[in-house]
């Protein structure tokens, strides 16, 4: 474990298991069962290894600091988070998933996924969040990186659903959107991943409120990605089955993978000739 006088997460890690212990939970078990979740999300924030997310920041303040100050463990969980590089420690517990799936399911309504992304998409959308060139080179090799996954002797199964708005929303420059759309097109061809498109005429879909993505692996925790103003990554039993079921709701709603794949070439097309 990091110095808790330097290091933030370090040191909200040693101020939960102090309040863990003064409120009579002997164990990161207890505690983690009281709150619904598995033991790994408690041992994680009491090292420092993953700051809590936003999610479990509450459940901790409402179990550990009930008389307050209010939000106090999100405001330091929050400057843990912002004290990490291109990786930040919350988000290794995705990538942790990531790496150890055997099945990957991707829902998204409005931008390429990053399993997915070429680098100049990727590109685009870092230095929209204000991130300069620098940084975001860092952040596309991060992400570009965690595509290693699908090239694996034994790579996990990957199913993708996008809402038809992610074919026609320009990011950088419209032959940067061809490339993107005729590279799914071509990932989408390999036996192990599935794209598939809810139409535009579809109309409302179950999965409107926003992306997510769903990590199952052989004998662990299914792992769920949302995203927010700030991703957040959680193991909550019933958060989880939520997204799952949306995730079904949304698949029923697309387009086998033939007839979406002939979707994304005809906006590739239609790209191509702006």
Known sequence: MDDPE???????????????????????????AKL??????????????????????????AELFPAGPDGLVIRLARLARR??????????????AERAAHMLRLWSPLLVPGLLQIGEYARA???????????????????????????????????VVLDEPVLHHLISSSQVMADQLTHIA????????????????????????GAFDLASGD??????????????????????????NIFVRVQADALPRAASRTLILEAAQQWKTR
């Open 6 to 32: 330097s290091n933030p997460a370090s040191f909200l890690g040693a101020e939960l298991r102090r309040a863990r212990l003064a409120a009579g939970f002997s164990s990161q078990e207890a505690l983690a």
């Open 36 to 61: 619904g979740y598995d033991r790994s999300v408690i041992a994680k924030a009491e090292t420092g290894e993953r700051p809590p997310s936003p999610e479990v920041a509450d459940a901790l303040q």
């Open 83 to 96: 004290a990490d590089g291109p990786i930040p420690s919350w988000f290794e517990s995705w990538l942790e």
């Open 125 to 159: 959308l870092f230095l929209a969040t204000g991130l300069d060139e620098d940084a975001a080179a860092e952040h596309v090799a991060v992400r570009l990186g965690r595509q290693a996954i699908l090239e694996r002797a034994k790579p996990p199964h990957l199913v």
């Open 186 to 209: 071509e990932m989408s061809e390999r036996p192990n991943i599935s794209v598939q498109v809810i139409p535009a005429d579809t109309g409302a879909n179950a999965g409107l409120s």
């Open 219 to 244: 004998g662990a925790p299914e792992v769920l990605r949302m995203e927010a103003v700030e991703d957040v990554t959680v193991e909550s039993r019933s958060l989880v089955r939520t997204a799952a």
